[in-house]
């Protein structure tokens, strides 16, 4: 099992920046690979960014490539979302999620999710 909980959320301003943190326990954080998703009000979890079980790579949606950048520091069992730029579109509830194995944009491909911090960036 892993456990993960987020930090970080909360109400910004359009233009603005947050950084969310999600916290590991459990099995070796380094086995896995890390996404992070987001679900909106009445839409549906779409895939944000993804890094793999190795730093090697990353991934990121169009929707935030450029502006959010994902990271991971396995020694401190952590995974990190840079979030720059911020837009009201950017509101949800954004989720960590662990994969042992390649990272994925599928969010059937995660074993392990944590609760979520909610984002809130007004106009």
């Known amino acids: 099992q892993v456990q993960l909980v987020e930090s970080g959320g909360g109400l910004v301003q359009a233009g603005g920046s947050l950084r969310l943190s999600c916290a590991a326990s459990?099995?070796?954080?380094?086995?896995?690979?890390m996404g992070w998703f987001r679900q909106a009000p009445g839409k549906e979890r779409e895939f944000v960014a993804a890094?793999?079980?190795?730093?090697?790579?990353?991934d990121y949606s169009n929707s935030v490539k450029g502006r959010f950048t994902i990271s991971r520091d396995n020694a401190k069992s952590t995974v990190s979302l840079q979030m720059n730029s911020l837009k009201p579109e950017d509101t949800a509830l954004y989720t960590c999620?662990?994969?042992?194995?390649?990272?994925?944009?599928?969010?059937?491909?995660?074993?392990?999710w944590g609760q979520g911090t909610q984002v809130t960036v007004s106009s």
């Open positions: 999620a662990a994969r042992s194995g390649w990272d994925s944009r599928q969010a059937g491909d995660y074993q392990f």
């Open positions: 459990g099995r070796t954080f380094s086995a896995y690979s």
């Open positions: 890094i793999a079980w190795n730093e090697g790579y990353t």
